[in-house]
T-cell receptor, first 114, second 114 residues
Framework: DAGVIQSPRHEVTEMGQEVTLRCKPI?????LFWYRQTMMRGLELLIY????????DSGMPEDRFSAKMPNASFSTLKIQPSEPRDSAVYFC????????????FGAGTRLSVL | AQSVTQLDSQVPVFEEAPVELRCNYS??????LFWYVQYPNQGLQLLLK??????LVKGINGFEAEFNKSQTSFHLRKPSVHISDTAEYFC????????????FGKGTTLSVSS
């Protein structure tokens, strides 16, 4: 079975540019989570969806960040405009109701904003 | 609200020595507990989980953890580590209800040397 698929794996962009990160959850999973990992703050939950509906976006740092889940097999995390402090590794994870909230993680997108 | 404290940020050990990575959690309701491992430049991989039942749980790669409700701890142990166990280890907690997010600790870096 394919795991959680994230793209791109690496993204280098200049300050002020729009960045879009993509995630395909495991088929049949109905919860999707976006995390950010930095040395200073560790793993932070940004937002999560259940059945394509945003449940908790309290971790989204500011209005420059937005996330969508238009269908059960695709989600995006957008940063517009990007800033150097957004540089981090962004992980997507998915889980299935009835599976005790066990989350499966993608390989991550390493974002560098210059 | 739930929280997780990993008591050691770094644990250096020699190969074939035993190791314990400590994790304490805080919650007023029943929770599920997890340990995830992150190898360099990779995503998080589930190591083991406590959902209910036996307080001693076994995971992959020879790791085990013991759930102690009275001490609100979930320490990870391995009797003999290998160089390949060098990684970052995350303890996480979630409510035992469907579709809720994981709360992660700050992580413990295990460094195994020969």
């Amino acid at each position: 079975d394919a795991g959680v698929i994230q793209s791109p794996r690496h993204e280098v962009t200049e300050m002020g540019q729009e960045v879009t990160l993509r995630c395909k959850p495991i088929s049949g999973h109905n919860s999707l989570f976006w995390y950010r990992q930095t040395m200073m703050r560790g793993l932070e939950l940004l937002i999560y969806f259940n059945n394509n509906v945003p449940i908790d976006d309290s971790g989204m740092p500011e209005d420059r960040f937005s996330a969508k889940m238009p269908n059960a097999s695709f989600s995006t995390l957008k940063i517009q405009p990007s800033e150097p402090r957004d540089s981090a590794v962004y992980f997507c994870a998915s889980s299935r109701d009835g599976a005790k909230n066990i989350q499966y993680f993608g390989a991550g997108t390493r974002l560098s904003v210059l | 609200a739930q929280s997780v404290t990993q008591l050691d940020s770094q644990v250096p050990v020699f190969e074939e020595a035993p190791v314990e990575l400590r994790c304490n959690y805080s919650s007023s309701v029943s929770v599920y507990l997890f340990w995830y491992v992150q190898y360099p430049n990779q995503g998080l991989q589930l190591l083991l989980k406590y959902l209910s039942g036996s307080t001693l749980v076994k995971g992959i790669n020879g790791f085990e953890a013991e759930f102690n409700k009275s001490q609100t701890s979930f320490h990870l142990r391995k009797p003999s580590v290998h160089i390949s166990d060098t990684a970052e280890y995350f303890c996480a907690v979630t409510l035992n209800q469907a579709g809720t997010a994981l709360i992660f600790g700050k992580g413990t870096t295990l460094s195994v040397s020969s």
